[in-house]
């Protein structure tokens, strides 16, 4: 088989309502760039259907097609690392399966990186997502490019494209907790942004839960930044001072006026305000520390079940670390 100029990523869990949907209009899409192409397929401990419908695919174009079976769920972001490790083009693009980013706009991003940049971010236009995620997602935007410096206008948005160069340095990082986009914009030289079309969901919900995107943004934050780290600091000092500020109040007004009770609840407030920002400072702490901790244990970061491959037999991949 030729050597791909261009591979395409795609994690999928539990997708089997779109996954034909997918198929028809994704090989049609890539088959008019008239171009040596893969599409890497990564099953992320599917519960129904999707991985026997991924395998069906492989069998019937096994030429341009390949599937990475995870056996557990390990969430996109690792999926996507699993195909990284597999892709073999030189342009490499990310997609989602739920046909939010049509495939139609694969080659745009191609064209761009033919321009000699080394990795293009899109943005969606006309986002076709709830007012409260759009709310929430620019809010986190603004808060993350605040933290970290690192600019993306639209971080929601997996549909990308990355050199080789860019993918191979991705590959020899050996993180448990990151993002993709963002890991990839700090070792870019060229990057740029595009609008890109996004549509309505083809079938199923959103995998995300609330829980999952908050864990996504600490990713993101404590990732990238010691920051937080940082405001804790001058919080600290600032409430240190303002401590002894009201200590020295205190004892003034005690000499002045005499022994006083009417401010026992403003100094209860005080306290539990402290209290408050006491257990904050342990939080953001533990959660930098339990990084560490799992870090430290150098665990595989998602073990490869089976890989279907063009040689048409299957292998089994003990770990991928």
């Given at each position: 088989m030729k050597t791909p100029e261009l591979s395409?990523?795609?994690?999928?869990?539990?997708?089997?309502?779109?996954?034909?949907?997918?198929?028809?209009?994704?090989?049609?899409?890539?088959?008019?760039?008239?171009?040596?192409?893969?599409?890497?397929?990564?099953?992320?401990?599917?519960?129904?259907?999707?991985?026997?419908?991924?395998?069906?695919?492989?069998?019937?174009?096994?030429?341009?097609?390949?599937?990475?079976?995870?056996?557990?769920?390990?969430?996109?972001?690792?999926?996507?690392?699993?195909?990284?490790?597999?892709?073999?083009?030189?342009?490499?693009?990310?997609l989602d399966a739920d046909l939010q980013n049509p495939p139609e706009e694969i080659g745009k991003l191609v064209q761009k990186m033919r321009e000699g940049h080394d990795y293009v971010g899109t943005i969606r236009h006309q986002r076709q997502d709830s007012l409260w995620r759009r709310k929430a997602s620019r809010a986190m935007n603004q808060l993350r490019e605040r933290i970290t410096h690192i600019r993306m206008t639209d971080q929601g948005c997996m549909m990308r494209a990355y050199s080789r160069h860019i993918v191979d340095t991705i590959n020899r990082c050996g993180e448990l907790n990151t993002f993709i986009p963002a890991l990839a914009y700090t070792f870019a030289q060229r990057p740029v942004e595009i609008e890109v079309a996004h549509e309505e969901r083809f079938a199923g919900t959103s995998k995300y839960s609330f829980y999952s995107l908050m864990r996504l943004n600490f990713d993101l934050v404590t990732g990238f930044s010691v920051a937080p780290l940082q405001w804790l600091s001058f919080i600290g000092i600032f409430l240190s001072l303002g401590s002894a500020a009201l200590f020295i109040l205190l004892m003034v007004r005690r000499f002045i006026v005499g022994a006083e009770v009417q401010g026992v609840f403003t100094l209860f407030a005080i306290t539990f305000f402290l209290f408050g920002v006491i257990i904050l400072a342990l939080g953001l702490l533990g959660e930098y520390i339990g990084r560490i901790y799992q870090q430290v244990r150098a665990r595989p970061r998602y073990l490869v079940q089976t890989m279907l491959e063009t040689n048409h037999h299957t292998h089994t991949t003990p770990s991928q670390s």
């Open positions: 395409v990523v795609i994690p999928v869990y539990n997708e089997e309502a779109g996954l034909s949907a997918l198929f028809d209009r994704l090989y049609k899409a890539l088959d008019a760039l008239a171009l040596p192409y893969e599409v890497i397929f990564v099953n992320d401990g599917s519960q129904d259907q999707s991985a026997a419908l991924l395998a069906d695919q492989f069998r019937a174009q096994p030429e341009n097609t390949r599937v990475i079976l995870l056996n557990g769920n390990y969430g996109q972001h690792m999926a996507i690392l699993a195909g990284f490790e597999a892709a073999r083009g030189e342009i490499i693009v990310t």
